[in-house]
């Protein structure tokens, strides 16, 4: 079994920073794209950034200047460093990876989530 857990999240106020971390673990051969989305109450899942193995980034152009996304390969790990936090930051992030693990038969690719982890920016 495969499994991405993320932490870091937190109640904080306007202005203030967090940083969230997301572990995977378990039968896998390599990792290859990793990414972190959000959902705020009553509104669709977005995109907030992407990372490749190779270190290719995309972000959302609203997470531009504020948001940082790094991988540690050797550790399995992305992080999202987010500065100057404001309200509409207020969300559930959902950490994203596409997996490749080794079976009897050859290689499987998919596509795993995390629980998420709670971001509250409120005074």
């Known amino acids: 079994q495969v499994q991405l857990v993320e932490s870091g999240g937190g109640l904080v106020q306007p202005g203030e920073s967090l940083r969230l971390s997301c572990v995977a673990s378990?039968?896998?051969?390599?990792?290859?794209?990793m990414g972190w989305y959000r959902q705020a109450p009553g509104k669709e899942r977005e995109l907030v950034a992407r990372?490749?193995?190779?270190?290719?980034?995309n972000y959302a152009d609203s997470m531009k200047g504020r948001f940082t996304v790094s991988r540690d390969n050797a550790k399995n790990t992305v992080f999202l460093q987010m500065n100057v936090l404001e309200p509409e930051d207020t969300a559930v992030y959902y950490c994203n990876a596409q997996v490749a693990q080794v079976t009897g038969r050859g290689l499987n690719f998919f596509e795993i989530w995390g629980q998420g982890t709670r971001v509250t920016v409120s005074l």
């Open positions: 378990g039968n896998f051969l390599r990792i290859n794209d």
């Open positions: 990372i490749s193995s190779g270190g290719s980034i």
